[in-house]
């Protein structure tokens, strides 16, 4: 049982245990945004409760935007925490799932997840365990170090580094044997990463020097040509573009069971369940295309509608028929994880191409049939350019592609809003 939270927190999904803390997505109905609560399950004594609670709150004390920033805590015949809600998704998550960081994304996560740090350390706090599931990593957000109040396994602030430099080097290397050095794996990361993470682990360096030293390293990230196969988490900047994520087929109001799965869980153990798909709403695809798609749009944690009507205008070869996003009056990842379109392909596609308004960030994914969104395999994430944007796609036999917008560009209205022109899956 859950302990007593304040009335403006409604429990909505059960994303999994993470030791002795049961996770959950829940609303925040006073601010009306999704937060992620933790809590210590019922057999935890007053030993275990009050040293939950003193992690948490020395995080809620930090201020650093590589930190998942704690809202509330408590214990009420329990003790739990209210944090923001990044997306959930770790880098245990990705490694799990065959997705090392790249150097492009590892460099300034990996001093700025330091930095942050050092900052929770600055007036005596100590993590205790820092692993590569606590870090967050998701498309929408910058590296988080969470996992607050978790079992500790260290009792000092020279653990902690040394911690975290075996994380952020895991999450290059994809291995736990520090033999395995991240440059040695990583093209255009300089073997001054090395020595730095190297030198945390030892304990030779605090974890402000381990930032300083980290953005000290240079770094001639390789261009990227072809996006490999499988979970794709990597996001792309600077216009590179991967390969593609995430899939389902129908809705999942805010008020889900809490047996279903969340988008992405941030543990391994709950429950995954399948759905029957609604009939698409369009049917047909014209032009030079390559294969006929289905789209439906797929708004699991808003209304279940987003211009419904205006969906052929992806599919039907006319540069001047589009669909939109509604309007949102603030950040997407303020309001919702993402909303996006859901398309079943007749065939084998190879390739999509995409055109729409520049700065949109997306994930696309694909699954054998509609699913909740935890069955769904992610294989890449991106931000469309000016020009249509072309992504190769690991080969899967029919199924369900889903095209997952996480961030749209603000307007000059002020209003966020994205515009879809094409997408086209080809042979």
């Known amino acids: 049982m859950p302990p007593i939270l304040p009335d403006r927190y409604r ?48 995080a809620a004390a930090a201020n650093h935007p590589h930190l998942q920033r704690v809202y509330a805590a408590g214990d009420r015949e329990g003790a739990y925490s209210v944090s923001e809600w990044d997306g ?17 994304e590892f460099l300034p996560n990996a001093a700025g997840l330091a930095s942050g740090l050092a900052e929770f350390h600055l007036p005596g706090g100590v993590h205790g365990a820092i692993d590569v599931s606590t870090i967050h990593f998701s498309s ?20 902690d580094t040394a911690s975290l430099a075996a994380a952020l080097r895991i999450a290059v290397t994809g291995a736990d044997s520090a033999s395995i050095r991240p440059s040695h794996v990583a093209e255009g990361l300089s073997p001054d990463a090395d020595e730095a993470l190297a030198a945390a682990e030892r304990g030779d360096l605090d974890a402000r020097g381990l930032a300083e030293a980290l953005l000290a390293t240079p770094s001639t ?42 988008f992405f869980p941030a543990t391994g153990d709950a429950e995954t369940t399948t759905t ?13 295309f390559g294969m006929v798609a289905f789209p439906r749009v797929f708004d699991p944690l808003g209304d279940g509608v987003e211009n419904d009507e205006q969906l052929r205008g992806l599919i039907d070869g006319d540069a001047a028929s589009t ?3 509604e309007a949102y009056s603030e950040p997407l990842q303020q309001i919702k994880p993402g909303v ?17 308004t520049p700065g949109t960030r997306f994930r696309l994914g694909w699954a054998d049939e509609t699913t909740e969104l935890a069955g769904f395999e992610d294989v890449g994430s991106g931000t469309l350019l000016e020009a249509p944007t072309e992504m190769r796609l690991p080969p899967r036999r029919g199924g369900v592609w889903l095209l997952w917008l996480v961030e749209l560009p603000q307007g000059e209205d002020g209003s966020f809003q994205s515009e879809l022109t094409t997408v086209r899956f080809l042979i």
């Open 323 to 325: 669909w939109f996003t």
């Open 140 to 159: 929408a957000h910058p590296a988080k170090l969470g996992g607050w109040g978790r079992a500790s396994r260290g009792t000092s602030a020279e653990e």
């Open 276 to 288: 029957t798909a609604a009939a698409p709403t369009v049917t047909d695809q014209t032009g030079d």
């Open 11 to 58: 429990l909505n999904v059960r994303l999994g245990r993470d030791g002795d803390v049961e996770e959950w997505l829940a609303t925040d109905e006073q601010l009306d945004r999704p937060v992620l609560v933790r809590y210590l399950v019922p057999e935890a004594d007053v030993d275990r409760r009050s040293e939950f609670l003193a992690v948490v709150r020395q």
């Open 88 to 104: 959930a998704v770790s880098v245990a998550d990705r490694l799990r799932a065959g997705e090392t960081l790249p150097v492009s």
């Open 221 to 262: 990230p390789p261009a990227r040509d072809e996006p490999a196969a499988g979970w794709r988490w990597a996001l792309v900047f600077g216009g590179i573009l991967i390969a593609i994520v995430v899939i389902a087929g129908i809705g999942l109001a805010i008020d889900v069971d809490e047996t279903s799965p969340f």
């Open 340 to 356: 996006g379109i859901a398309f079943a392909v007749e065939g084998d596609p190879t390739r999509v191409q995409l055109l729409g």
